[in-house]
């Protein structure tokens, strides 16, 4: 007996694969989302760097109170400009020499984001003062942009007077990142504000 058998091919597919246009054509799309997203990545970045730095001193200041607390005795915490490394040192003075010692903690401040004199293009902190109550009409002293100090007394407060201490920071080139204000109280409590280049301060910490 002869069986009949009939071989069938496994079908095949009538695309074997992206055709030139096709291909064009997606890495086209692809180019357009990373132009996009390029942006809005570094724009992240930045901020988060800056948060970081302003993050960075206010426990600095923090650090100076409470090592006052422990020591029972003043303590500063000390901003200098330094030129070597073309940014701003500042450290906490435990041993009150003026000096940057090993020891102490201590943070450089430079590059992209640096500190600020007052005016601009720091935007006015009328909203953070109206924001303060009874104390919007303590002295506002603007310590950022100079060589200058904050100094805590052994009970952790600011030992000169009902004044209100505020670092600035920021890109003087480039608005788009923001601004940060850290606001060291008479007590001795740090806060930190911060505002787009339209003014519109409000307090993250």
């Known amino acids: 007996m002869i069986l009949n058998v009939r071989l069938v091919s496994p079908?095949?597919?009538?695309?074997?694969?992206?055709?030139?246009?096709?291909?064009?054509?997606?890495?086209?799309?692809?180019?357009?989302?990373?132009?996009?997203?390029?942006?809005?990545?570094?724009?992240?970045?930045?901020?988060?760097?800056?948060?970081?730095?302003?993050?960075?001193?206010?426990?600095?200041?923090?650090?100076?109170?409470?090592?006052?607390?422990?020591?029972?005795?003043?303590?500063?915490?000390?901003?200098?400009?330094?030129?070597?490394?073309?940014?701003?040192?500042?450290?906490?003075?435990?041993?009150?020499?003026?000096?940057?010692d090993g020891a102490e903690p201590q943070m450089f401040i430079g590059g992209s984001f640096t500190l600020l004199p007052a005016g601009a293009p720091v935007p006015d902190p009328a909203p953070i003062r109206a924001t303060l109550g009874g104390l919007s009409g303590s002295a506002w002293n603007v310590l950022s942009g100079t060589n200058n100090f904050i100094t805590y007394d052994q009970r952790g407060v600011i030992d000169t007077g009902a004044a209100v201490y505020v670092l600035y920071l920021g890109n003087p080139n480039d608005a788009n990142s923001g601004y940060r204000a850290i606001i060291t109280m008479p007590s001795g409590a740090v806060q930190v504000w911060t505002s787009s280049s339209a003014g519109n301060w409000q307090r993250i910490s």
Not at 51 to 77: H, W
């Open 11 to 100: 079908r095949r597919s009538s695309r074997n694969g992206f055709s030139l246009v096709e291909l064009v054509l997606s890495l086209a799309v692809l180019l357009v989302i990373t132009t996009l997203a390029i942006p809005v990545v570094v724009r992240s970045l930045q901020v988060y760097q800056l948060n970081s730095i302003a993050s960075q001193l206010a426990g600095m200041l923090k650090f100076a109170k409470f090592d006052a607390i422990r020591q029972n005795t003043p303590v500063s915490c000390q901003i200098q400009w330094n030129l070597s490394a073309a940014s701003w040192l500042a450290w906490v003075d435990s041993n009150g020499n003026g000096v940057a």
